[in-house]
């Protein structure tokens, strides 16, 4: 089981494709998947870009996260949805409009066979960008 701030994902269930070797960076890993897959995940990364353009790119915990000032939101692709994990908060502050996908705490399932919210995930990186951000200058300030 791997833990990506209080949000529990077993490992074995996780990816589409098991067999691949581990992506060094979100291009490699979106290549893994299916093409009509790779549309959604790039669609994905590319709303998550526009949302908080400052954020950095990396994989971690084996999946594309983006961080500004840190962990700002992953996502990652499974057999029937899309997860998009943007913390307890993310999902508390977006509760009503998360209420016809499964949600659990930090994490949203996205089903393949309905349309992506792309505008709905804009939103809440755009929430998470400025919650981090406030973070950090909050501890800042205490220094």
């Known amino acids: 089981m791997s833990v990506i701030q ?3 994902i077993s490992v074995e269930s996780r990816y589409m494709i098991t067999d691949q070797p581990a992506a060094r960076n979100i ?3 979106i290549a893994g998947f299916p093409r009509d897959v790779q549309q959604i995940l ?3 990364r590319t709303t998550i870009r526009r949302a908080a353009p400052q954020a950095e790119e990396v994989i971690s915990y084996q999946m594309p996260t983006f961080r500004l000032e840190g962990n700002l939101v992953h996502f ?3 057999k029937n949805h899309i997860g998009l994990y943007p913390t307890p908060s993310g999902t508390e502050k977006f509760r009503e409009e998360l209420s016809p996908y499964q949600t659990g705490k930090g994490s949203i399932r996205f089903p393949l066979d309905k349309p ?3 505008g709905l995930i804009g939103r809440i990186v755009k929430f998470r960008a400025k919650e981090n951000l406030e973070r950090s200058k909050a501890r800042r300030k205490k220094r």
């Open 42 to 44: 790039q669609k994905i």
């Open 116 to 118: 992506i919210p792309y």
């Open 27 to 29: 291009d490699e890993y």
């Open 6 to 8: 209080g949000v529990s």
């Open 76 to 78: 990652a692709a499974f």
